[in-house]
C-alpha cells in the first residue's frame, strides 16, 4: 500500500458497532474510513461512489426499506465483487455456520472474520487480507478443515454436481423446498432455483419427485 492509507468501507446495521470499528481505526493509524453503510443496497452504491480499497461486510443486513433479511450480505458481496473485482471485502457476522461461511466465500468474499468484543488485531488481519491471502477466523478455519476432510473422504455419487449443487441435493433429500434451502445456504431463492434445474438436467430428471428418489437410491443422505 506504500504510504497512502488503507480506504476502508464499514457496512454493518449497528451504528455502535460501526463506531467501534472507526475508533480502532483512527487508533490505529494508516486507515481512512471513507463511508459507512447499514444497508446492503447502501452499500453498493457507497462501493460504486466511494471506490474504497477494502469493505468490512455484516451478513446480516437489512433491506433499504428496513424489512430485515437474513444475510443480505452475500448478495452485497456478489455484486460489488461483479461490479469492483478490485475491492477488497471481508465478511463479518456474530455467529457463523459452515453454510454461511461458504455462502460468502463463494460470493467472493477475501476472508470471513467473526465478530469479537476485543478484536484488538483486526487490523492484522486486514492487512493479510490486502497482501491477497484470505483470512479466517481460527475458529472458522478450524471447522473448514474438518468439512474438507469429509468431502476429501467421502465419494459423491453424482461427480457432475458442483458442491454447492451437492448442498442443494441434500438439502432437496431432506424435503426442504427453495425459500428455506436459500436462508439455510445464505443465497437468493433465484440462484436456487436456477440450480435446481441444472441439477435436475446434470441428473436425468424431471421432477423434484423423480429427483429425490433417484438421489436417495444412488445413496445421497439429507442434511438436516
Known amino acids: 500500500m506504500g504510504d497512502e492509507p488503507l480506504r476502508v468501507l464499514i457496512v454493518d446495521d449497528h451504528a455502535v458497532y460501526r463506531a467501534g470499528l472507526r475508533a480502532q481505526f483512527i487508533a490505529a493509524g494508516g486507515v481512512e474510513v471513507v463511508g459507512e453503510a447499514s444497508t446492503a443496497d447502501e452499500a453498493v452504491?457507497?462501493?460504486?461512489?466511494?471506490?474504497?480499497?477494502?469493505?468490512?461486510?455484516?451478513?446480516?443486513?437489512?433491506r433499504a426499506n428496513g424489512h430485515e433479511v437474513t444475510y443480505q450480505g452475500v448478495t452485497a458481496i456478489k455484486q460489488i465483487r461483479h461490479d469492483h473485482p478490485e475491492i477488497v471485502i471481508v465478511a463479518l457476522t456474530m455467529y457463523a455456520d459452515?453454510?454461511?461461511?461458504?455462502?460468502?466465500?463463494?460470493?467472493?468474499?477475501?476472508?470471513?472474520?467473526?465478530?469479537?468484543?476485543?478484536?484488538?488485531?483486526?487490523?492484522?488481519?486486514?492487512?493479510?487480507?490486502?497482501?491477497?491471502?484470505?483470512?479466517?477466523?481460527?475458529?472458522?478455519?478450524?471447522?473448514l478443515r474438518d468439512v474438507i476432510s469429509t468431502a476429501q473422504s467421502t465419494s459423491f455419487p453424482f461427480p457432475a454436481l458442483t458442491p454447492q449443487q451437492r448442498t442443494i441435493l441434500e438439502?432437496?433429500?431432506?424435503?426442504?423446498?427453495?425459500?428455506?434451502?436459500?436462508?439455510?445456504?445464505?443465497?437468493?431463492?433465484?440462484?436456487?432455483r436456477n440450480n435446481t434445474s441444472l441439477i435436475f438436467q446434470k441428473i436425468g430428471v424431471c421432477n423434484r419427485a423423480e429427483l429425490i428418489a433417484k438421489a436417495r437410491d444412488a445413496g445421497v443422505k439429507p442434511r438436516l
Open 45 to 62: 452504491l457507497a462501493a460504486r461512489t466511494l471506490r474504497p480499497s477494502l469493505i468490512l461486510m455484516d451478513l446480516r443486513l437489512p
Open 98 to 143: 459452515d453454510d454461511q461461511v461458504a455462502a460468502a466465500l463463494s460470493a467472493g468474499a477475501n476472508g470471513f472474520l467473526v465478530k469479537e468484543r476485543d478484536d484488538t488485531d483486526i487490523m492484522a488481519k486486514l492487512l493479510v487480507a490486502m497482501d491477497g491471502t484470505t483470512v479466517i477466523s481460527g475458529g472458522v478455519m478450524a471447522r
Open 171 to 192: 438439502y432437496i433429500v431432506a424435503g426442504l423446498g427453495n425459500d428455506p434451502i436459500a436462508h439455510r445456504m445464505c443465497l437468493s431463492p433465484k440462484t436456487i
